[in-house]
């Protein structure tokens, strides 16, 4: 009886032991954003970004902004670009860049989870004193879904 009971709970013991589960092989790392070179981008997009940009800088020369059809740009960003609030910005960039003059598209990185773009512009203006950065971002209906103004930092963080 006692050498059953051995028995058994050596098969008890062999019967519950882990197993050795195999990882399956690594697939690709897929880039959350990746940088494109300007020849990947569609002369259109590109176009289309650097004019709803300019068109909101130029606000600040001329005082007068036409705002974004639902055709140029998403429900949220037409909600948030009221002239009040570029005429506010406007005043602190006159003060302290001068007259705008001219974007310079820099680099573009596309976001592989929401196919957006994003636009690096190089803002111009009469006073060489700071840099300025416009980030004019197109989801994938080609309408701006984002529009922000930075102090210009040359590297972009891809995270």
Do not use: H
């Not at 740009?73 to 705008?100: D, H, M, W």
């Not at 309408?143 to 930075?150: D, E, Q, T, Y």
């Amino acid at each position: 009886m006692k050498k059953l009971i051995i028995v058994l709970s050596i098969f008890l013991l062999i019967g519950c032991k882990s197993k050795n589960i195999v990882a399956s092989p690594a697939e690709p790392e897929v880039f959350k954003i990746e940088k494109l070179t300007l020849s990947e981008i569609s002369e259109s997009q590109k176009s289309k970004a650097y004019e709803l940009g300019k068109r909101v800088l130029m606000t600040c020369n001329t005082s007068k902004f036409k705002p974004f059809t639902l055709n140029e740009a998403t429900p949220s960003v037409i909600k948030n670009t009221t002239e009040e609030r570029l005429t506010k910005t406007c005043t602190r960039f006159r003060q302290f860049y001068g007259t705008f003059i001219d974007l310079q598209l820099v680099e573009a990185y596309r976001n592989n989870f929401d196919k957006s773009t994003v636009f690096r512009y190089k803002g111009l203006y009469s006073k060489k004193v700071a840099n300025k950065e416009l980030r004019v971002t197109m989801n994938s209906e080609n309408k701006v879904s984002s529009i922000k103004s930075l102090d210009w930092v040359n590297s972009f963080p891809l995270n």
